[in-house]
């Protein structure tokens, strides 16, 4: 399935802020001693979490390549995206994702909501506890960034942004009215799922936008 992933900085630091948490978590199940089928499902998450990551817009100006990091990805394809009045508008770009990858990282998401809900596991609980100074549970971040990925694109939006095929280094896309309302309307969605129950932080994630 395709996604519309916004060039957004919000979403991608609560995307790539799921990583320690992962990383934490599957470090504390292995100490532990436990071979687990819960140890198995936020591996096969983090896993599927860099399958992710590689192919976010942003991912190519965050890496910084040096000799152990191996080959930089691909360069994504830039392009500005204009209103039908000819203001810049927030890019969106289609990506891919496999239904293995969104099944492991939804399959992860429930286990840590159960481990809220039912303190099930003595030692899942004390990994899905949250350092003091996180403001947002794991859980919910977690839930917010999926909610992004899992958002149907409007089909016609989708098909003009697939499309688009640089000719220089740049190249200028203008959205036709309708469309626009469908990007507007699409990029409400993906505001207020990041942002709701912060005012500060939605006033201010929405002004990226509008």
Not at 46 to 68: F, G
Request: hydrophobic share 40%.
């Amino acid at each position: 399935m395709y996604a519309l992933v916004p060039d957004d900085p919000v979403f991608f630091a609560k995307f790539q802020s799921l990583e320690e948490p992962l990383l934490r978590q599957l470090h504390r199940l292995h100490s532990a001693g436990l071979e687990s089928d819960d140890e198995q499902v936020i591996l096969d998450a983090y896993d599927s979490w860099v399958q992710v990551l590689l192919k976010l817009p942003l991912w190519s100006q965050w890496h910084i390549e040096d000799a152990s990091a191996g080959p930089a990805p691909a360069e994504r394809p830039q392009y500005t995206l204009y209103s039908v009045r000819g203001d810049q508008l927030t890019s969106l770009y289609p990506i891919e994702l496999t239904a293995v990858d969104l099944g492991h990282l939804t399959a992860c998401l429930d286990l840590f909501g159960e481990a809220d809900d039912n303190a099930r596991s003595a030692v899942l609980g004390q990994v899905c506890a949250e350092p003091p100074d996180r403001e947002e549970s794991l859980t919910n971040v977690f839930r917010r960034v999926m909610e992004v990925l899992l958002l149907p694109p409007p089909q016609g939006l989708l098909g003009t942004l697939r499309h688009v095929v640089p000719q220089g280094p740049v190249v200028s896309v203008t959205l036709p009215a309708e469309q626009e309302a469908e990007y507007r309307h699409f990029c409400e969605e993906i505001v207020t799922i990041l942002s709701s129950g912060d005012t500060f932080a939605y006033r201010s994630h929405r002004a990226m936008y509008f």
